[in-house]
């Protein structure tokens, strides 16, 4: 059975050739030494997962992380211990999560079966037309009462914000939105505006034509076009330049757009659903985001509740996550109350996306004969 293929990318020979060694029993380890020559790599290799370092040179490790964002690939970024704030940018920006260095080989097997499963399985959350295990709550949680909005609004036309936190399901309730209505057979389409370039993100929503710009060899399909009688996610929307603003308000009056380098009017059926964790009404008074383009979008919004708001749900996704890692892993495992009473004490910053992690790195990292996760096994940072 062939290996899982993941790309290593580091500047630093010495940390290439030691993590080729250390992962190449799991997996089918390639290897980039530069931003450059990673994103060749991405190009020309469907990776599982990639492994970066953030800080190679005078390059930053944030083009890779854009670049496997642009083609759903999940990544882990490497950085120093003192660096955690860049990689928390990283992971805001499309990043599936952060290690610090020296890399914890344990721990950054955990990271790599996560980002692995995780995107996998978000995605068949989001095509289920469910909220998948998000949805696992108290009949009066508020996340449920956002679920049931979602529903409503799924057979009409209307433009849709979602609010949230990262991590708080914002892709989920767009997939329920979408695929809970009469768009359910049709295209959805993600895009993850914060991970792209302004230049980038252009072409990538319009797409563009042969010789727009240096290197556009052949004309690009866009996502809008992709997107054709079903739902467009823009996942992020508080991060596009104004030019791209402008692009996306015209084609909200008009329905239609051209391609970049492009004069052909393009007409296509396909409804927007944005999403932000920002406030857009704070950026509209700075005038960083246009006003009549968030009146546009913000038709209904519905605000994601963060996890520490929806402490009745804690107690049963943990016993969800505990359970199922535990089977995957062919474990019988359950949780102390007292293990029980600081993941529920937790103000869970990365909301239901790191309770989920949390729950599998506690799971894996048992012993084989143990049955019950005691407080002494959890991570320090939930003390």
Partial sequence: MPLTPLLVVDDEKYTRDALVKLLGEKYDVFVASDVEEALTQLKNHKFCAVLTDLRMGAASGMNVVEGCVLRGIP???????GDVETAVSAMKNGAFDFITKPIDLPKLDVLLKQAIKYRSTETLAVESGRAGPSIICAENSPFMAIILKAKKLANSKVNVLIGGETGTGKEIVAGVIHF????????????????LSSSL???????????????ATARHVGRFEKANGGTLFLDEIGEID???????LRFLETRSFERVGGSDQLSVDVRVVCATNRDLQAMVSQGKFREDLYYRLNVVELRLP????????????????????AK???????????????????????????LR????????????DQHIIFVGDLDSRYY
């Fill in 242 to 248: 104004m030019q791209t603003q402008i692009k996306l």
């Fill in 75 to 81: 990544s882990i970024v490497m950085t120093a211990y």
């Fill in 201 to 215: 993100l252009e072409s990538e929503l319009f797409g563009h034509e042969k010789g727009a710009f240096t290197g």
């Fill in 357 to 368: 992690n949390a729950c599998e790195s506690t799971v894996v990292l048992l012993s084989e």
């Fill in 180 to 195: 809970s209505g009469n768009r359910k057979n049709k295209p959805f389409v993600p895009v993850h505006c914060a991970a």
């Fill in 328 to 354: 995957e892993n062919n474990l019988k495992v359950s949780i102390s109350q007292e293990a029980m009473d600081l993941f529920i004490g937790y103000p869970w910053p990365g909301n239901v996306r790191e």
């Fill in 306 to 325: 963060p996890l520490r708001e929806r402490k009745m749900d804690i107690q049963r996704l943990i016993e969800h996550y505990v359970g199922l890692f």
